[in-house]
């Protein structure tokens, strides 16, 4: 995995993998995974979850259109959340207190 997300509410952990170009979920003890995404992926990297709101938020690298995307944590409501201007989008973290999605390019 690239990157790892952990909802500590429901106690399932989300990650990305840019080798199969995928977002997973399964509970912390590594029962019922499944796959959220594996659809207009290209190389998805960090992922970061907003349990209080039910988001998740992740970024792919891909060279000829990165993006920043969120979803419900179930997988609904996917979402492009930012596709201009991004450089290839290497961090994301969420600050709960003010509601802001922060990223650093590489």
């Given at each position: 995995p690239?990157?790892?997300?952990?909802?500590?509410?429901?106690?399932?952990?989300?990650?990305?993998?840019s080798i199969l170009d995928r977002i997973e979920v399964s509970r912390l003890d590594g029962s019922q995974r499944r796959v959220l995404f594996d659809n207009d992926l290209i190389?998805?990297?960090?992922?970061?979850?907003?349990?209080?709101?039910?988001y998740l938020y992740w970024?792919?690298?891909n060279r000829d259109g990165?993006?920043?995307?969120?979803s419900s944590m179930d997988g609904s409501d996917r979402t492009a959340l930012v596709q201009d201007g991004l450089g290839l989008p290497n961090a994301l973290?969420?600050?709960?207190?003010?509601?802001?999605?922060c990223w650093a390019d590489a």
């Open positions: 690239e990157g790892i997300a952990i909802d500590h509410m429901s106690r399932n952990m989300y990650w990305t993998d190389n998805p990297r960090p992922i970061v979850a907003d349990p209080a709101n039910g970024a792919d690298w990165p993006k920043i995307e969120r973290t969420f600050d709960p207190q003010s509601r802001q999605l």
